[in-house]
């Protein structure tokens, strides 16, 4: 009898064990069919408890601002060279328009970030249940960048100008110079028309002895006289050549006065001395200086062309005449015996 009355306990017992395991093991299994109306609100609060405090948090990237990075690259661009010549003139210009080059904005994007707040919230039985949503971070970047250069075709344009022809050249100022011998006159002249192509011209004169003239038209009085300077010019074909004259007349300064120097006034037989002289003005054309010894009383004595009296063997006295242009001076000297 005992042992039927606890096989009944036994029976009876163990059943309520393991339910009373099973619903203290896990929670999520549905309520006993006592508490099935209040379980089941509560679980329409939690779920109401958890979407109302469950926030999300998006993380909003700013696009950033774009810069204009056009950078134009400007080509060199080639100087043009003009040149002058007798048959033509050719000038070449070459333009060469700068590349544009545009650059499109960057674009960087991120992926939004989403956090969830943990929730507590009753699970019915006493206890407490916790929920977390899931959490994305976004790490990369995408960044798109395009270029895009276009350069306009390079102009080359070629142009070829006549030549204008020269149809004169004159002497500016007057028609005729007076120069003092030694000194000079720069002449001055115009070849036309004023914008021809060749104005290259040469110089002549007629009369190298009495005037000169450089390449450039300074003139150069030489001595007494007249010459004529001609301005040609310089044409590929010789009978389009063009000229023109100037008279120079060359007025020579003339020696006023001759003075005659001796360094002693009497002179030794067998001996010599330096004579000096002196031409005034000194700007006088003709400077040179002649010398001459008269022996009247027939005193023997000579003189050199640079004016270097030598004494004779006989005394007496001798006369020693310098002349320059034309205009003579002179001086005595006596020799006495040794």
Same mark, same amino acid.
């Given at each position: 009898?005992?042992?039927?009355?606890?096989?009944?306990?036994?029976?009876?017992?163990?059943?309520?064990?393991?339910?009373?395991?099973?619903?203290?093991?896990?929670?999520?299994?549905?309520?006993?069919?006592?508490?099935?109306?209040?379980?089941?609100?509560?679980?329409?609060?939690?779920?109401?408890?958890?979407?109302?405090?469950?926030?999300?948090?998006?993380?909003?990237?700013?696009?950033?601002?774009?810069?204009?990075?056009?950078?134009?690259?400007?080509?060199?661009?080639?100087?043009?060279?003009?040149?002058?010549?007798?048959?033509?003139?050719?000038?070449? @210009? *070459? =333009?060469?328009?700068?590349?544009? /080059? #545009?650059?499109?904005? !960057? +674009?960087?994007?991120? %992926? $939004?970030? &989403?956090?969830?707040?943990?929730?507590?919230?009753?699970?019915?039985?006493?206890?407490?249940?916790?929920?977390?949503?899931? @959490? *994305? =971070?976004?790490?990369?970047?995408? /960044? #798109?960048?395009?270029? !895009? +250069?276009?350069?306009? %075709? $390079?102009? &080359?344009?070629?142009?070829?100008?006549?030549?204008?022809?020269?149809?004169?050249?004159?002497?500016?100022?007057?028609?005729?110079?007076?120069?003092?011998?030694?000194?000079?006159?720069?002449?001055?002249?115009?070849?036309?028309?004023?914008?021809?192509?060749?104005?290259?011209?040469?110089?002549?004169?007629?009369?190298?002895?009495?005037?000169?003239?450089?390449?450039?038209?300074?003139?150069?009085?030489?001595?007494?006289?007249?010459?004529?300077?001609?301005?040609?010019?310089?044409?590929?074909?010789?009978?389009?050549?063009?000229?023109?004259?100037?008279?120079?007349?060359?007025?020579?300064?003339?020696?006023?006065?001759?003075?005659?120097?001796?360094?002693?006034?009497?002179?030794?037989?067998?001996?010599?001395?330096?004579?000096?002289?002196?031409?005034?003005?000194?700007?006088?054309?003709?400077?040179?200086?002649?010398?001459?010894?008269?022996?009247?009383?027939?005193?023997?004595?000579?003189?050199?062309?640079?004016?270097?009296?030598?004494?004779?063997?006989?005394?007496?006295?001798?006369?020693?005449?310098?002349?320059?242009?034309?205009?003579?001076?002179?001086?005595?000297?006596?020799?006495?015996?040794?």
């Amino acid at each position: 009898m005992k042992k039927t009355t606890l096989r009944y306990l036994a029976l009876a017992v163990v059943p309520l064990l393991l339910l009373a395991l099973l619903f203290g093991c896990n929670r999520d299994e549905e309520p006993d069919p006592i508490d099935f109306w209040t379980t089941t609100e509560t679980t329409v609060d939690f779920w109401a408890t958890l979407e109302e405090e469950t926030t999300t948090e998006e993380e909003t990237t700013e696009e950033e601002p774009y810069e204009d990075e056009t950078e134009p690259v400007v080509a060199p661009t080639r100087q043009t060279v003009a040149t002058t010549r007798a048959t033509a003139t050719t000038v070449r @210009t *070459t =333009t060469r328009p700068p590349a544009t /080059t #545009t650059r499109a904005p !960057t +674009t960087t994007a991120r %992926p $939004t970030t &989403t956090t969830a707040r943990l929730t507590t919230i009753p699970d019915g039985f006493g206890g407490t249940t916790t929920t977390r949503a899931p @959490t *994305t =971070t976004g790490t990369g970047t995408t /960044t #798109t960048r395009a270029t !895009t +250069t276009t350069r306009p %075709p $390079t102009t &080359t344009t070629t142009t070829t100008t006549a030549p204008i022809r020269v149809t004169g050249v004159q002497f500016t100022g007057a028609n005729s110079f007076n120069i003092p011998a030694g000194n000079t006159q720069q002449l001055s002249w115009n070849v036309l028309p004023a914008n021809a192509t060749n104005r290259n011209v040469v110089f002549s004169s007629s009369d190298n002895n009495v005037a000169t003239v450089s390449p450039t038209g300074l003139v150069t009085a030489r001595n007494d006289g007249q010459a004529t300077i001609t301005v040609t010019t310089t044409c590929q074909i010789a009978e389009r050549n063009f000229t023109a004259t100037v008279t120079i007349n060359v007025q020579a300064i003339r020696v006023a006065t001759v003075q005659v120097g001796a360094p002693r006034a009497s002179l030794s037989t067998g001996e010599s001395m330096q004579m000096s002289a002196t031409v005034l003005p000194a700007n006088a054309t003709n400077r040179t200086v002649t010398w001459r010894v008269d022996n009247s009383d027939g005193t023997a004595a000579s003189i050199t062309a640079a004016g270097l009296l030598r004494a004779g063997n006989q005394p007496g006295v001798v006369i020693v005449t310098a002349t320059a242009d034309g205009i003579s001076q002179s001086a005595s000297v006596t020799v006495t015996l040794n």
